[in-house]
C-alpha cells in the first residue's frame, strides 16, 4: 500500500497509530485507488493470537499463510472532500466523504513533503480486540465508524473483520504463492459465479470477498432447521453449519477486502422502470451469525426464507434504467432483527439474478433502512421490491432536499410507499430539527410526499417551465392536512392544508420580526408562505410571500413578493426576476433628517410596485422588462432607505437585445415616466448599435456606438411640504425638453508592442443632433479626438528576502507605469444641452437640489455642477460612455503608476502567490488649466493603498484629491480583520475638506463569540461639530432551529432610537441574521454532533 499527501502528521492513540492527511490525498493499493482532499487513518499492527479466533479458524493456519512476520496492519479510512473511489475500471464512487476498511500484511509505504505536528487530535477509535467478545456478545462499533454510518450509510462492526479474516484466509488455496501482496483472489473455476449452488457474498470487483462455490450449502437443503435454541452452545453448533472449514496450510499474501461502495444520493428516476442489481449480500447484524429457514411451497409457487438473530441485507450496484440512461443508485442496505423473505425462485435469489424477480420482505425489530443519504428507522415494515410498494409501523424518515443544508425529518404512525414517488404518512409530523424532542414541528393528520420529477421540455402553470432532473431544484412536494404548528411543544397555529416544497422546511411564516422606534412607533412584520396558505403546488424555482405589518404610528401595510429563476418561459429560454409591491395608508409624518421633521407627506395611500424581468430568448438573444411605481417623492427615503441610497432608479421600460457576430449588439428599448415627482427622459424609441473591437487588416482595431431615438426630458415636479418646498431648485440642465437624438460616435487605434512596452495610438470622432436643446432650437454637433496610450510593466523578483516577521518567502516586485495624452475639440459647448441621458440617479439629484442651499446659499458653483465632474474624468473618451452629451474641449495627459509586491504563502510545497502591498496612484495634467480644471494644472489625484499583512489583516488606505478652490479632499485609513465563520472587524479614520467637512471614525463588527452567540455592531462618530452619527449593536442567539436577534439603533441625524427584534429559520440558505465572517452560518450539524 503506497499513501501520498503533500502534508501529514502521526499521533499515537491507545493501540492505534493515527496519520491526518492533507493536500492531494492519494492511496493505491493493487487495483483499489483513492484521492481526496483529506483523510483520516487510523492504523492497528497486531500479531495472530495463538489461540483459536470465535470463527473456529486456527491462528496457525492464518500464521502459516502468510509470511514469517505474521502481522496483520488492520486500517480504517476516512476520506473527506472530493473523494474518488475507483474498485476497477467499472466500479468507481465520487462523493463528499467515504469511509472504509483496509488490511494489508505489509507496513503502508508513505510518501509525505511535509511532515507536520498533529495539531487537533481525533477521537479516538473504541474498538476491542475479537479475544474479548463472547460469541453471543453484540460487536462495538468504533466512534469513527458511528459517526461514518450516520453521514455515509454503513455501520462498520468488528464481525466485518472477522469475516475478512476467515475468509481470506479460505482464498489463499486459490492464490499463487509468487502473488504480489497486493493483488486481488482470483475466482475459482469450478463453477461459475451464481450458479444454483454457490452464493455470493462480496463481489471481488468491488473489492470484496467470494466464497469458493457450493462452500454454503443452499436453503433447501436445510433439512428440519430447528427453533432458535437457547444456550450459547446450541446456538453455536447451529452457526457453525454456514461457516468454513479450516484451509489447508499455504502460503502466500493476505488479500486486500474492502468495503462496498455507499452512493451519496438516489438518482432522479420515475416508477415503473427496469430495476437491477449485482450483488445481493446477507450478513449477521451484530456478533453472531444469523439463523436461516427456509420453506418451499410449490403449491403457492413460491419459497418463504426466516431469518433471526440480527440480519443485515446489502443490495450492491442497484442500477435503474430509465428512457434518459442508466442511473446508479449505490447500495441499499436494510438491518433488521427478524426477517421473512418471499420469493417466486429462491435459487435465483441467490445467484443474484434479481432483475425482475418477484421478491417481498417483512421486517420487524430495530429496522435501519438506508439508500444513499435517506435513511429510515421503524419498528415493522412491510416492502414489495418489484412493485416498490411498503407499508412502515412506528417510522422515522431523514431525507436531504436540495438547496437545503439539513435534513428533512418526517415520524409517523403508519407511513405507506405506493409507489417510487409518493408517501403517505398517517398521524405525522414533519421537521428540520434534529433533536430528540424538536423545538418546533408540523403536525398533521396525513402528509403526501410525491418526488415529481419531469423531464425538461414539459410546462406548467402559465407556462413556466420544469427543471429537469438535473437541475438544482426539487420537485418533492409535500401535501398536509388538518395542520397544527407546534412551536417548544405548544400548539401555535392551525391551518387546514399544506402545499409545499420539501426544500422550504417552515410552516407558513417564513420570517418574523419586532420593532419599536420614535418615526414608526411598535412594528409587527410578518413574512407568509403564500403556496402554503394557500394550498397550491409550488412552480419550482419560485418563491411567492406575503407581507403583513403593523406600525402604531403609520398604520396597516401589506404587500407581496414574487421571485423566480426559471429554466424556461413561454417556450423560450431561463428566466428569471422579482414582483414587489408594498403600500400602508400612512397616518404619521415623515422625518428625514434634522431640518425635515414632521413632514406632510404628499399622498397618504403610499407604497410602491416593482418589477423586474430578465429572459434569454435564445442563446445570442435577451428581454428585459422593468415596471417602477412610487406614490411620491419621500415614500423610498423614508421606508426603505437602503434601496433609495444604493439601489438603481425604479424605471418603467422594456428591451430588447440581440448579440451577433462576437462583437455587435443591437439594443431596442423603449421607456416611459410614472413617477412625475423625478426628472426622467422617456424613449419612444430608442435604438442603439455597438460594434467592438474589430480588427481591420490586423493592424487596426475599430470600435463604434451608433443611437437614435425620440426623448422626451420631463423634470421633477415641485414638492408640496414646505421643508423640501424651501429649499428645491432644479439643476442648470433640468428642463423640459423634447426631440429626436442621433448620435454616432467611433474610434480607430493602431495598437503595437515595442518589447518593452505597449503603445495605442488613436483617434476618433462623433457627429450628434438633437431636435432641441436647453433655448428650444435644434443642435447638431461635431467632434474630434485624438491621443496616445501607453503601458510599461516592469518586474524585479528577490528571492533571497525571507522574514517570517513579514510573512515574506522571496518577493517579486511588478510595477505598470499607464499614461493617456488626448486632445478633443467639439463645435458646441456643453452647457447648452439638457442631460437626455442623466449621469446622476434620482437620489443624488435630489441631494445635489438641497445642497445648493445648505452649503453654497443658493447659487451653485460650476466647480461642484456634475456635468463639470464628468467632463473633467474625461467620460467622453469612451465609446460607450453612459451620456451622449457630456462632450467638451480638451487637453489633458493621465498618468498612473500601479504597483504589485507579492510574495508566497501557505504550506511547504503548496505555496501560493500572494499580494503583499497593492498601491495605484494617478493623476490628471491640465494643459489648459483655466478652460478645463478652473486654473489649476493638476487635479483627480487618487491613490488606493492596501498592505495584507497576513491572510486575515489588512491595512487600508485611499484618498482623492481637486486642487481648486474649496476642491474635495478626502483621505482614509483603516484597518480590516477577517476570520471565515468568525467573524469581521473594520475601525477607520476618514477625513473630508472642502464643501463638506468631517472628520469621520467608522467600526464595524460582526463575531461569533460561541457557538449559540454572535454579537453585531457599527458606528460612526464626527469629531467636528456633528458629533455622533449612529450606532447599532446586536445580539444573535444561533439556536438549533433558529437565529433569535435582538438589537439597538441609534441615528442621530433623525433624533431616533430604535428597538429590534428578529426572528429567523437558521435552516434556509439566506443572508440576513446568520452572515459571520462573511459566510452564513451554517445548519445544526452540518460539522457533525453540537
Known amino acids: 500500500m503506497t499513501i501520498q499527501a503533500q502534508s501529514a502528521s502521526k499521533s499515537q492513540q491507545g493501540d492505534y497509530t493515527v496519520y491526518q492527511l492533507e493536500g492531494g490525498v492519494r492511496i493505491t493499493q493493487g487495483s483499489f485507488r483513492a484521492s481526496c482532499s483529506k483523510a483520516n487513518l487510523w492504523v492497528l499492527s497486531q500479531e495472530i493470537p495463538p489461540n483459536e479466533d470465535s470463527a473456529g479458524i486456527s491462528s496457525s493456519t492464518l500464521r502459516s499463510a502468510m509470511n514469517p512476520t505474521s502481522m496483520i496492519h488492520r486500517m480504517v479510512l476516512d476520506t473527506q472532500g472530493e473523494c474518488d473511489i475507483q474498485w476497477s475500471e467499472e466500479q468507481r464512487l465520487r462523493d463528499q466523504r467515504w469511509m472504509g476498511r483496509l488490511y494489508s500484511q505489509h507496513e503502508p509505504k508513505f510518501e509525505v513533503q511535509v511532515w507536520q505536528q498533529p495539531v487537533t487530535p481525533l477521537a479516538p477509535l473504541d474498538w476491542a480486540p475479537e479475544e474479548s467478545r463472547s460469541t453471543g456478545a453484540k460487536a462495538s462499533v468504533s466512534e469513527a465508524g458511528r459517526n461514518a454510518a450516520v453521514k455515509d450509510g454503513v455501520v462498520w462492526t468488528a464481525q466485518d473483520e472477522q469475516t475478512h479474516l476467515r475468509l481470506a484466509a479460505q482464498l489463499l488455496q486459490s492464490q499463487p504463492p509468487s502473488a504480489p501482496p497486493s493483488a486481488q483472489p482470483s475466482v475459482p473455476a469450478s463453477e461459475p459465479l451464481g450458479s444454483p449452488n454457490s452464493m455470493q457474498i462480496g463481489n471481488s470487483t468491488l473489492g470484496g470477498t467470494v466464497l469458493d462455490p457450493g462452500s454454503i450449502p443452499l436453503f433447501e437443503s436445510i433439512k428440519g432447521v430447528p427453533e432458535v435454541p437457547t444456550s450459547p452452545s446450541a446456538s453455536q453448533q447451529q452457526v457453525e453449519s454456514f461457516q468454513l472449514p479450516a484451509p489447508a496450510a499455504n502460503t502466500g499474501p493476505i488479500p486486500v477486502p474492502l468495503a462496498a461502495p455507499v452512493a451519496a444520493s438516489a438518482p432522479n428516476v420515475r416508477s415503473g422502470v427496469r430495476v437491477g442489481a449485482r450483488t445481493f449480500k446477507i450478513s449477521g447484524r451484530s ?47 436494510i438491518e433488521a432483527d427478524r426477517c421473512v423473505v418471499w420469493t417466486a425462485d429462491l435459487n435465483r435469489l441467490l445467484s443474484q439474478k434479481i432483475d425482475d424477480l418477484p421478491v417481498e420482505l417483512y421486517l420487524e425489530g430495530n429496522i435501519v433502512f438506508q439508500q444513499g443519504a435517506r435513511v429510515i428507522y421503524a419498528d415493522r415494515m412491510y416492502y414489495n421490491v418489484q412493485s416498490e410498494y411498503g407499508m412502515i409501523l412506528g417510522a422515522e424518515v431523514l431525507t436531504p432536499a436540495p438547496k437545503y443544508e439539513g435534513i428533512v425529518r418526517l415520524k409517523a404512525d403508519v407511513i405507506q410507499q ?7 404518512a398517517n ?23 410525491n418526488d415529481q420529477r419531469q423531464s425538461s421540455d414539459q410546462t406548467g402553470l402559465l407556462g413556466f417551465g420544469v427543471l429537469s432532473p438535473s437541475g438544482d431544484t426539487t420537485a418533492m412536494k409535500a401535501k398536509a392536512r388538518h395542520n397544527f404548528v407546534y412551536m417548544e411543544g405548544v400548539p401555535v397555529a392551525y391551518w387546514p392544508i399544506l402545499n409545499t416544497n420539501v426544500d422550504t422546511p417552515s410552516f407558513y411564516i417564513s420570517g418574523a420580526s419586532f420593532r419599536n422606534d420614535s ?21 419550482d424555482g419560485t418563491k411567492w410571500t406575503l407581507s403583513t405589518d403593523y406600525l402604531s404610528e403609520r398604520g396597516f401595510a401589506i404587500g407581496t413578493n414574487f421571485r423566480y429563476n426559471l429554466p424556461s418561459l413561454h417556450g423560450g429560454g431561463p428566466a428569471y426576476g422579482e414582483f414587489d409591491a408594498w403600500g400602508l395608508n400612512d397616518e404619521g409624518l415623515d422625518t428625514l433628517g434634522s431640518d425635515r421633521i414632521d413632514m406632510v407627506p404628499e399622498e397618504t395611500t403610499r407604497g410602491r410596485v416593482a418589477w423586474r424581468h430578465r429572459q434569454l430568448l435564445s442563446p445570442d438573444q435577451e428581454l428585459w422588462a422593468e415596471l417602477g411605481y412610487i406614490s411620491d417623492r419621500n415614500f423610498l427615503e423614508q421606508y426603505f432607505e437602503e434601496e433609495w441610497d444604493t439601489n438603481k432608479d425604479r424605471s418603467t421600460a422594456l428591451r430588447y437585445r440581440h448579440y451577433f457576430m462576437g462583437q455587435q449588439m443591437l439594443d431596442l428599448w423603449a421607456q416611459v415616466r410614472l413617477n412625475s415627482f423625478f426628472t426622467e427622459t422617456q424613449w419612444l424609441p430608442r435604438v442603439d448599435h455597438y460594434w467592438l473591437g474589430q480588427n481591420l487588416g490586423n493592424f487596426f482595431t475599430w470600435y463604434s456606438h451608433s443611437q437614435a431615438g425620440y426623448g422626451q426630458l420631463k423634470v421633477a415636479s415641485s414638492p408640496t411640504a414646505p421643508q423640501d418646498a424651501a429649499k428645491f431648485q432644479l439643476q442648470p440642465w433640468e428642463q423640459t425638453s423634447s426631440g429626436i437624438q442621433a448620435v454616432t460616435r467611433h474610434e480607430i487605434s493602431l495598437p503595437f508592442d515595442t518589447g518593452h512596452s505597449k503603445w495605442t495610438p488613436f483617434i476618433s470622432g462623433e457627429a450628434a443632433y438633437w431636435g432641441e436643446d436647453l433655448n428650444g432650437d435644434s443642435l447638431g454637433r461635431l467632434t474630434g479626438q485624438a491621443g496616445l496610450r501607453t503601458s510599461l510593466p516592469m518586474i524585479k523578483v528577490a528571492p533571497e528576502v525571507q522574514s517570517s516577521l513579514f510573512n515574506l518567502n522571496g518577493l517579486a516586485h511588478k510595477v505598470s507605469f499607464e499614461t493617456e ?69 480638451q487637453l489633458q495627459s493621465r498618468f498612473g503608476i500601479h504597483q504589485r509586491w507579492q510574495t508566497k504563502r501557505g504550506v511547504a510545497g503548496r505555496e501560493r502567490i500572494a499580494d503583499v502591498v497593492e498601491f495605484d496612484v494617478d493623476a490628471i495634467y491640465f494643459a489648459k488649466s483655466e478652460r478645463d480644471n478652473f486654473g489649476e494644472d493638476f487635479g483627480g489625484l487618487n491613490y488606493e493603498f492596501r498592505y495584507h499583512v497576513g491572510d486575515r489583516v489588512t491595512l487600508l488606505s485611499d ?12 483621505t482614509s485609513i483603516g484597518t480590516l480583520i477577517s476570520r471565515p465563520l468568525r467573524g469581521d472587524f473594520y475601525v477607520g479614520l476618514t477625513n473630508l475638506d472642502g464643501p463638506v467637512s468631517a472628520k469621520l471614525l ?59 427584534f428578529a426572528l429567523e429559520p437558521r435552516f434556509l440558505p439566506t443572508r440576513g441574521l446568520g452572515v459571520v465572517g462573511g459566510q452564513a452560518i451554517p445548519p445544526a450539524g452540518f460539522f457533525g454532533l453540537e
Open 959 to 970: 484618498g482623492y484629491y481637486d486642487m481648486f478652490d474649496r476642491g474635495l479632499q478626502a
Open 1002 to 1060: 467608522t467600526s464595524t463588527l460582526t463575531y461569533r463569540m460561541n457557538d449559540k452567540w454572535a454579537a453585531v455592531g457599527s458606528s460612526v462618530y464626527d469629531f467636528g461639530p456633528t458629533g455622533s452619527n449612529g450606532h447599532t449593536i446586536g445580539l444573535t442567539r444561533i439556536g438549533e432551529s433558529f437565529l433569535f436577534r435582538v438589537g439597538l439603533a441609534v441615528d442621530s441625524g433623525r433624533d431616533n432610537v430604535s428597538l429590534q
Open 821 to 889: 495624452t488626448w486632445y478633443a475639440d467639439t463645435t458646441k459647448e456643453l452647457d447648452l444641452l439638457p442631460l437626455y441621458d442623466p449621469i446622476d440617479d434620482n437620489s443624488q439629484e435630489h441631494f445635489r437640489r438641497r445642497l445648493v442651499f445648505n452649503t453654497f446659499g443658493g447659487s451653485l458653483p460650476a466647480q461642484f455642477e456634475s456635468r463639470e465632474y464628468a467632463s473633467r474624468q474625461g467620460m467622453q473618451r469612451y465609446v460607450t460612455a453612459a451620456s451622449s452629451q457630456i462632450v467638451a474641449d
Open 418 to 424: 405506493r409507489s417510487r414517488e409518493n408517501f403517505l
Open 427 to 449: 398521524r405525522a409530523a414533519m421537521t428540520s430539527s434534529r433533536l430528540g424532542v424538536p423545538r418546533y414541528w408540523l403536525q398533521a393528520d396525513r402528509i403526501e410526499l
Open 519 to 539: 418615526i414608526f412607533g411598535t412594528q409587527v412584520m410578518l413574512d407568509w408562505n403564500l403556496y402554503q396558505i394557500f394550498g397550491i403546488d409550488a412552480l
Open 287 to 333: 456478533g453472531i451469525d444469523p439463523l436461516y429457514s427456509a420453506k418451499s411451497r410449490p403449491e403457492r409457487g413460491d419459497s418463504v426464507v426466516t431469518i433471526s438473530r440480527g440480519i443485515r441485507l446489502m443490495i450492491g450496484d442497484v442500477a435503474v434504467q430509465t428512457s434518459g440512461g442508466l442511473f446508479d443508485m449505490g447500495t441499499v442496505l
